[in-house]
């Protein structure tokens, strides 16, 4: 093992010190319902993430994006807002939100926080409204409502489909239809209305006033719709995790929203930002939402759903540093969140997001992948984002009883394969108890027996654990200053199944086979993915099977 594994992480610089640190930001996905509970209710909450802020500041991250905690019906786990400017009872109140980013800024750490403008919740105000208020209702107009096609309008507007499975649109009993991408229950905005823009503007305002940092934008390529919702004319099923083109998503129409979204970020002190989740054909297409008047970020999924290949992986790196470059922003990284199987389960039988796994040696297998494929992404240059628990190695709970579910996509037939429930399980914290310290009452999702063994207080000083792995990753990435920001690697020669690339002062080589090679030291080792100690012979080194090797030099 290196020296340098347990090295604690530095404290992160203060709010509004430097500038562009968003360029380089390690951000940390907290999803509040799983990551911890405060009043013991079995469902985390604003007061549970606010106690747990010093565990995120010394793991090393600079900001923690927090998922959806408005007022909500649940129906999407919070992504059905009903109010966008009240906190739904069952994570606390306004206050809770207030004293959350105080401690977070007082910590170092900014706050990043969900935005849903691509739809509501049923349940908002505007859409009770609108079905009451009947056909020719102004209301309407704000969302999509359409007559039916056929004799007596039986028939959807169009042949669309829901991202959940089935149709998107839904009849009301007036006989219109509203459309929907997502369940039912989330009727989409119709942002050709001036009153959909206005009221976002003021939401935005409104967060940022309470001191948020940035917004990340939730289906960012979807608010736009292609005029007179054509047909798709295909029978193929949309996948949410798609790249397809469709009339519905990725229309130019929504980079006007965006450029004065960024006139109002740019209105705040503290370079605010916002994020956009926008599923895109091609990284080129993400470009488009981080040009130097729209937003400052993009997910990249394109290096998300890229497979444990050297090849592969060399590829989307290369493609998605020379699609940012033009447009001057950061490229991001990222290996799981809330929507996807976690990587320590993907990369454990590849390909495939929904991989399960079967036995011992693919658990094993799925953890040391993803420990080298961490080291890899924290290696390059930009943005990188970690999702809770990845921290603890947690592979995806893939035996969930069909009675606790909650992913409505898992009661829909043909929508999405409805096992995001498995990487929401709620985080173990201690070794022991009855939720692993989750809480006092337990946890809205069961938690497997061995999930005390990988709690954080079962891997906390423990130098060959995944958490302390990410702890001295994180602190060497703050520190070298070859790591973080910049816009390009240089490869260097490697054999087949082997990544090697330079940076100033640095060196990463990974080894994505399942054999050890023998390659020449690069320098002096940093840390390695692997708990065995990197030994050096005659100027060589032996870079094990399916490890990463930081390298000073």
């Known amino acids: 093992m290196t020296p340098h594994l347990t090295a604690p992480a530095t404290t992160p610089a203060p709010i509004g010190a430097g500038t562009n640190w968003w360029q380089d930001a390690v951000i940390y996905q ?26 995120l500041r010394d793991l090393g991250v600079d900001a923690v994006w927090l998922s959806p905690f408005y007022a909500s019906p649940q129906a999407d786990a919070g992504y059905d807002v009903a109010d966008y400017r009240a906190i739904d009872p069952m994570f606390g109140t306004l206050h809770d939100a207030d004293a959350l980013i105080r401690d977070a800024h007082e910590l170092g750490l900014r706050i990043i926080v969900d935005l849903v403008p691509n739809h509501s919740s049923d349940q908002h105000e505007w859409f009770k409204r609108a079905l009451r208020e009947g056909p020719g209702s102004a209301l309407r107009s704000r969302y999509h409502f359409r007559p039916g096609r056929g004799a007596d309008g039986e028939l959807p507007p169009n042949d669309w489909e829901s991202i959940f499975g089935g149709p998107a649109w839904t009849r009301t009993e007036g006989g219109e239809w509203y459309l929907h991408l997502f369940a039912p229950e989330q009727p989409d905005f119709n942002w050709e209305h001036p009153a959909v823009a206005d009221e976002f503007r003021s939401i935005l305002r409104f967060w940022l006033d309470m001191g948020v940092d940035g917004f990340r934008v939730d289906v960012a390529h979807g608010l736009v719709k292609a005029p ?34 960024r006139l109002i970020l740019d209105e705040y002190p503290g370079e605010r930002i916002a994020v956009a989740e926008a599923w895109t054909p091609t990284v080129e297409r993400t470009a488009h939402y981080v040009r130097p008047d729209e937003l400052h970020q993009a997910f990249n999924f394109q290096y998300l759903g890229a497979p444990w290949d050297a090849e592969a992986l060399r590829e989307v790196i290369d493609v998605s540093l020379a699609a940012m470059r033009p447009v001057g922003a950061p490229a991001t990284w990222v290996l799981s969140n809330h929507d996807v199987t976690r990587h320590a389960t993907r990369f454990a039988n590849p390909p495939g997001l929904g991989t399960q796994l079967r036995t011992p040696g693919d658990r094993e297998l799925g953890l040391r992948r993803a420990r080298a494929a961490t080291l890899l992404m924290l290696a390059l240059p930009g943005s990188a984002y970690l ?35 498995g990487c929401r399980v709620p985080l173990p914290w201690t070794a ?105 012979d005659g100027g060589e080194f032996v870079l094990e099977a399916d490890t990463t090797v930081w390298w000073a030099v």
């Open 387 to 421: 999702y809770q628990g990845e921290e603890l190695g947690l592979p995806d709970v893939t035996d969930l009883p069909d009675e606790v579910r909650q992913d409505p996509s898992f009661f829909r037939a043909e929508g999405q394969d409805g096992f995001r429930d």
């Open 228 to 261: 007179g919702l054509p047909d798709i004319g295909g029978s193929d099923q949309l996948k949410l995790l798609g790249n397809d083109v469709m009339p519905f998503f990725d229309q130019d129409g929504v980079h006007e929203i965006y450029r004065s979204w």
């Open 30 to 55: 907290v999803y509040p319902r799983s990551f911890a509970d405060a009043n013991g209710d079995g469902m985390g909450d604003l007061d549970g993430v606010r106690h747990r802020l010093p565990y």
């Open 432 to 536: 022991e108890g009855p939720s692993y310290g989750f809480g006092s009452g337990g946890s809205w999702l069961p938690q497997p027996a061995s999930w005390g063994a990988l709690s954080v207080e079962a891997q906390t000083g423990d130098p060959d654990s995944t958490l302390e792995l990410y702890r001295a990753a994180l602190a060497a990435r703050r520190k070298h200053p070859g790591l973080g920001s910049g816009d390009a690697v240089s490869w260097l020669d490697a054999p087949e199944g082997v990544l090697a690339f330079a940076r100033d002062g640095f060196v990463c080589t990974v080894n994505l086979t399942a054999e050890p090679v023998r390659l020449p030291a690069p320098g002096k080792a940093v840390l390695s993915s692997d708990s065995r100690e990197v030994a050096l």
